[in-house]
Structures are given as structure tokens and as C-alpha cells.
């Protein structure tokens, strides 16, 4: 067998939580009274959570010490301007918004720019992104290349947007565009990057057209990393220059500081236009609270500034993205088939393809999840049809998009190589046994963003 290397991880371990394991017994009954849905299993009842790296990363020593020197002044507190200072520095925007997360960034943006019939592409919209767009009556599209779609298609940046196809729509429908967005790395197309020249070419189109451009920001240390390592150029590029470089070509951002801030909770807007800044203050004020805090503590802020000073370190980027390559690897080893490339957060599982025999419309990824919770307690989320499906209200049918994915999402600084070794186990252990895992109808479901409360029954075989 060929030895596959973990990567050696750049910290020490100072400070250990204990994780419990529970019986096979137990992981059923827990299931059953969650709807089978693992959102609604007590994290203290998981043995390893790949449920999300939003919000879970592990934070250094030198983010604790900033927690206690946090000031928690209602307004200009002194935390608030270092964070504005490293928002500044690597962003290069003038103007820098806290929320209390990504969500609410984006919820501030588009409920002040969008208005109902609007469009916003996107290379693809992540869930919330897409819900905070359609809430004011949007259409959020996805405007990603078309190779994105083929999980064998082993390519540097997979993330890039189709930059004609937006150039053809913006001739056709600027006026009915308030901002286009840009996500990197593309979350919802199995976590690949944009490159540097896309980005240019997206931005060119933009000011062409004279449509803001905005960042979806969350991972864009992991995306700076793969510039510097894939794209022709950028090799001896410092990490800080190549973010600049990626944000000089944009009007803002909106960023889940739970992501690449490595911090647990947090976000913020930036941007340049003065103008639409005190539009978005006005609404923050409303929502989140007062522009120097938004709806977050002074120590939230000084773990969100220093997590942004360390994130853009080669060497833990080397390792973050090393750990992916390796889950990979060890997935790909026991004949689990997996998106290609790997992503820079995440391993994704081409559940489709693992269960053949569950169709669409029994929720093949879903059904996935919920294996590898039975299996081995360790929880993934699905990025499918129950993700981002859609039910018509008339005749019930669904409509699916084209990948059906179970999303193994590595939160930072977290897992070591044994954990990961561990889960491939389980994966593998159901490949096995594939043909025994059943597909699920759903019984109950929210009118958005479903996948967080729904409740869905196993089908019989
Ligand atoms: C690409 C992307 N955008 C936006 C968000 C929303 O951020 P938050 O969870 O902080 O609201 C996420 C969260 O996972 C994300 O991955």
C-alpha cells in the first residue's frame, strides 16, 4: 500500500478539549429525534465535527491575550481601530463595517441595494447569499465556469467566473444589476479558487459597466495561498501582496470573519464609496448596534484583528491546505470518489456517484450524512439537493442543481492527521457496505434555507 504523508503541523497543542464517543445505539436514537438531519444533534454527541470551518477555528495564544485587553467602550473603542487598521492593510478598503457575522454583512448590502427583480451574479452564491438576495426579491445567478461543474476536471482555479458570460450580461442588464459578487474560494463548487487574472478580468467588466464589485471574502487567505502556489507569476510573491493585489480590483467586500479572521464569531463590510458606507452604518446602527462594534464585543474584535494578522502565514497555509490534499488522498486510496482538485477548506464526496442506487429525488448526499454519523459519529453537512434543491409550491417537484456533494469541511487548526485518518476509515467502511445505505424524503421544511431545519424520513428499500 502506498504510504500517504499527513502534513506536519506548524503549532503545539496547549490546550485540549475532550471529545466523547457514544455507542452505534445512541447515534440512532439521536438521529431519529433530529429528523435524521445532523443539524439537530448536540455537538457534545459528535465525535468529529466537519460539520462547517465557519466559526470553529482554534485560536492562537496570541488571539486569547488580545481577548483580554479587548475594550468594550459602547463607541471608538480602541479595539475597533486596530481591527479597522488590519482590515485596512490587507483589504486596502477605506471604509470597514463590523457585523456580528458574514450573514449580516450580507444582509446590510443587499437589503440597502437591491430592490425586487434585481440580479447579482456571482461565481456561486453560497446559501446565505443567495437567501439574502432572494429576501429582497432578487435573482441571484451563478455565473461560474462551466468546468466547475466537472468534478474530474482537475484544474488550477475552478472558482473563476465565466468573465464573457457576465460581460454579456452586464451590455444586456446593467441596470438591473446593483453589485456583482465575486467568492473566494467558491464555497458551494467544492471550495477552488479564483485567479489573479480572473479577478482582473471580472473587475475590468465591472467598471466597464459601472456595476460595484464586491468580494465574498471568507477564504481569502486560502485563495491568496493558491495564487501564490498555482498561478504563474506570484511564486515569490509575499501572501499580504497578493491579498492587496486581489482586493485593489474590487469596490468592497463582505466578510464571515468566523472563516479566515480564525476567530469564532464575526464580520464586516468594507468598501470605498463614502456614500453607500453611511447607508450601510445607518442600517447597521438599527440591526447590529453602533458602527465602532456592530453587534460584536471589543474582544471579538481583537481576535478577529489578530487572526488576520496570522492567517496569511505560508506555513500554516501549507499545512490548512495540506490537510485537505491528504484527507484527499486517503479518500481516493479506499475508492471513495471526491471533487477534483481538492478545495483549500474542505474535501468534498461526490455522493452521487459513491451511492449510485439512491436517486435525486431520495437525496443521495443527504443520505450520506447520515451514514457517517451511524458509522462513526463524525458529522459532515450535504451540499445537494436539500441544500440548494427547490421545491415547486405548485406541483411539489424539485429541482436539483448539479452537484450532489457531502461537504468534509476541516475547521482550522482544529483536527490532527489521526482524526482525519479516522474519518477516511468510516468513509471507506461505508463504501463497503454502499449498497445498504437508504435514501430520505423530506416531511417538513422551512421556506428557506431548508437544510437547517427540515426533517426527513428514510425511504424503504
Ligand atoms: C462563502 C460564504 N459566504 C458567506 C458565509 C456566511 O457567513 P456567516 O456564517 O458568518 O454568516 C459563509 C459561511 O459559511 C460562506 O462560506
Known amino acids: 500500500m502506498r504510504i500517504i504523508q499527513p502534513p506536519v503541523e506548524p503549532f503545539r497543542i496547549k490546550v485540549v478539549e475532550a471529545v466523547d464517543r457514544t455507542s452505534g445505539r445512541e447515534r440512532e436514537r439521536l438521529l431519529r429525534a433530529a429528523g435524521y438531519n445532523v443539524f439537530g444533534i448536540p455537538a457534545d454527541k459528535i465525535f468529529i465535527d466537519l460539520l462547517t470551518d465557519s466559526g470553529t477555528s482554534a485560536m492562537s495564544d496570541r488571539q486569547w491575550s488580545g481577548m483580554m485587553v479587548g475594550d468594550e467602550s459602547y463607541a471608538g473603542a480602541r479595539s475597533f481601530y486596530r481591527f479597522e487598521k488590519a482590515v485596512r492593510d490587507i483589504f486596502g478598503f ?87 459578487m465575486l467568492t473566494v474560494t467558491n464555497n458551494s463548487g467544492g471550495g477552488q479558487p479564483v485567479s489573479m487574472a480572473n479577478i482582473r478580468s471580472v473587475g475590468a467588466a465591472c467598471r466597464r459597466h459601472r456595476v460595484p464589485f464586491f468580494f465574498d471574502a471568507c477564504r481569502f487567505a486560502e485563495n491568496a495561498y493558491f495564487i501564490k502556489r498555482r498561478e504563474k507569476g506570484y511564486g515569490s510573491w509575499a501572501l499580504r501582496d497578493i491579498a492587496r493585489k486581489m482586493f485593489s480590483f474590487a469596490d468592497g467586500a463582505t466578510m464571515s470573519g468566523k472563516k479566515d479572521a480564525l476567530a469564532n464569531i464575526g464580520g464586516f463590510i468594507a468598501l470605498n464609496d463614502a456614500a453607500l458606507a453611511s447607508r450601510l452604518k445607518n442600517l447597521l446602527i438599527v440591526s447590529e448596534g453602533f458602527p465602532t462594534y456592530g453587534g460584536l464585543t471589543g474582544r471579538d474584535l481583537e481576535a478577529m484583528a489578530r487572526g488576520l494578522e496570522e492567517v496569511l502565514d505560508d506555513r500554516y497555509l501549507e499545512h490548512r491546505t495540506g490537510q485537505m490534499s491528504y484527507l484527499g488522498a486517503l479518500l481516493e486510496e479506499a475508492g471513495v470518489p471526491v471533487f477534483k482538485p481538492v478545495g483549500g477548506h474542505a474535501v468534498y464526496v461526490l455522493a452521487d456517484r459513491l451511492l449510485p442506487h439512491i436517486p435525486r429525488e431520495f437525496f443521495p448526499a443527504w443520505a450520506l450524512t447520515v451514514a457517517l454519523y451511524r458509522e462513526a459519529g463524525v458529522r459532515a453537512v450535504e451540499i445537494g439537493g436539500v441544500m440548494f434543491g427547490k421545491k415547486n ?17 476541516v475547521p482550522r487548526r482544529v483536527y490532527t492527521a489521526a482524526h482525519l485518518q479516522y474519518v477516511a476509515g468510516a468513509l471507506a467502511a461505508i463504501a463497503r457496505k454502499r449498497e445498504r445505505v437508504r435514501g430520505f424524503r423530506i416531511v417538513e421544511e422551512p421556506p428557506f434555507l431548508r437544510h437547517f431545519t427540515a426533517r426527513l424520513e428514510e425511504v424503504d428499500s
Do not use: C, W
Not at 439574502?132 to 475552478?158: H, I, Q, S, T
Not at 409550491?393 to 469541511?409: D, H, N, Y
Open 94 to 180: 477605506a471604509h470597514v463595517i463590523p457585523t456580528h457575522q458574514g450573514r449580516a454583512a450580507e444582509r446590510i448590502l443587499f437589503e440597502t441595494v437591491v430592490r425586487k427583480g434585481d440580479a447579482v451574479p456571482n461565481n456561486i452564491h453560497f446559501d446565505t447569499t443567495q437567501a439574502n438576495v432572494e429576501v429582497r426579491g432578487g435573482r441571484a445567478l451563478n455565473f461560474v465556469r462551466e468546468e466547475a461543474y466537472d468534478p474530474e476536471a482537475d484544474l488550477p482555479f475552478k472558482g473563476d467566473m465565466d468573465a464573457a458570460k457576465l460581460e454579456a450580461f452586464l451590455a444586456r442588464n446593467r441596470s438591473r444589476v446593483p453589485v456583482v
Open 393 to 409: 409550491p405548485k406541483t411539489g417537484a424539485e429541482t436539483f442543481p448539479r452537484l450532489e456533494m457531502v461537504r468534509l469541511a
